[in-house]
């Protein structure tokens, strides 16, 4: 997902604050006493994933910001509501911290009771960007998104499809499509983890997954799952020979999500402003960016918690009517 010039040049100025900072304190400066000696790491996903992995590359800078043993804690289901749950009721002494994402505007757009700026202490809202991928087990003869909507269209609720659960954007990547395409009846199957999607197609006991490249992408180059269309607005840098699925049909469509880290309510803004200030560092450091680029992942520029709270009514807005259009409701 290209970023607009605006956008650009966010970046580059908190990158550039970010190194000036470093030269000003030192390469990598640490707070003289963080008030605990260990912060968890809520990740709403099943170990072995995508977001997993994101999160403990994370989660093993910021323990050497911080300088601090930080450790990630799983706590997958429920599209990411049982992790959010987790983290708004823990203590706010700054033993806690989590991964949020555009999931949980979804759910709370389908009737969750969730409110991301009103329940949480944003530390980067919008830390980075991915894009998803529908793929089908390599046996099939499925060799392209069409060849998969035709067999949908022909076998009416016959197949089968999952995605990371419920209001996830692996979930709202398919759904959007239907909204384009006539026809396509598929028993959606929702799991607690795109990994686990991708894991039961390996197995063949799911027909396609709509879910997360990182997550999805070790069984397709493993060779077991084909691939067949991605969802952003351009290719996928680790997936080059694969389409959009604008490229496969339907002009227009893009479709990414965000994640970002969060804090329980009540964190005080120091401890607030100390994560945050890290945070930035951590997403200016080449390496971790390389990381990001590699997992087919984008860096976002920095925003205020106000600036995140105006964007998230915007689209709150926007996802409730989708989530009307689709007629989508929590189980």
């Known amino acids: 997902m290209p970023l607009d010039p605006a956008r650009r040049r966010a970046l580059t100025a908190m990158v550039g604050l970010g190194m000036a900072a ?37 989660a093993d800078r910021l323990a050497y910001h911080l300088g601090v043993n930080v450790i990630v804690d ?11 749950q987790a983290l708004a009721t823990s203590a706010a002494d700054g033993s806690n911290i989590g991964y949020l994402h ?7 757009a389908m009737g969750a009771k969730i409110d991301v700026p009103r329940d949480f202490v944003a530390l980067v809202p919008r830390f980075s960007a991915s894009g998803f991928v529908i793929a089908v087990h390599a046996d099939t003869p499925y060799k392209t ?17 999952g995605s990371g659960g419920i209001g996830t954007p692996g979930q709202m990547t398919f759904e959007t499509l239907r909204l384009r395409v006539p026809g396509l009846d598929a028993q959606y199957v929702p799991y607690k983890g795109a990994i686990d999607a991708a894991n039961a197609v390996a197995a063949k006991s799911l027909d396609f997954v709509s879910g997360l490249i990182s997550a999805v ?13 991605v969802s ?19 002009p227009g469509f893009s479709l990414v999500s965000w994640g970002g880290i969060y804090a329980p309510p009540k964190l005080s803004a120091e401890l607030a402003g100390t ?41 709150l807005a926007q996802q409730t009517e989708l989530v009307k259009k689709l007629d989508l409701k929590l189980p």
């Open 102 to 108: 555009i999931g949980h505007l979804t759910l709370q």
């Open 22 to 58: 470093s030269s000003r304190l030192g390469a990598q400066p640490k707070p003289a006493r963080w008030p605990v000696g260990t912060v968890r790491f809520m990740a709403p996903v099943p170990p072995g994933g995508g977001v997993d992995a994101f999160c403990r590359r994370l």
């Open 232 to 250: 952003g607005e351009t290719r996928a840098a680790q997936l080059p020979n694969v389409p959009t699925i604008a490229e496969s049909g339907y």
């Open 74 to 84: 799983n706590k997958a289901g429920a599209g990411g509501m049982i992790g959010a």
């Open 145 to 161: 998104l069409a060849d998969l909507i035709r067999a949908i269209q022909a076998q009416p609720g016959k197949l089968n499809w």
């Open 275 to 315: 994560l945050r200030a890290a945070l930035v560092r951590i997403g200016a450091e080449p390496e971790f960016k390389s990381y990001l680029e590699a997992t087919g992942s984008e860096l976002l520029p920095a925003e205020t918690p106000e600036a995140f709270a105006a964007y998230y009514k915007v689209a």
């Open 217 to 229: 992408q070790p069984q397709i180059l493993g060779g077991r799952l084909r691939a067949l269309a």
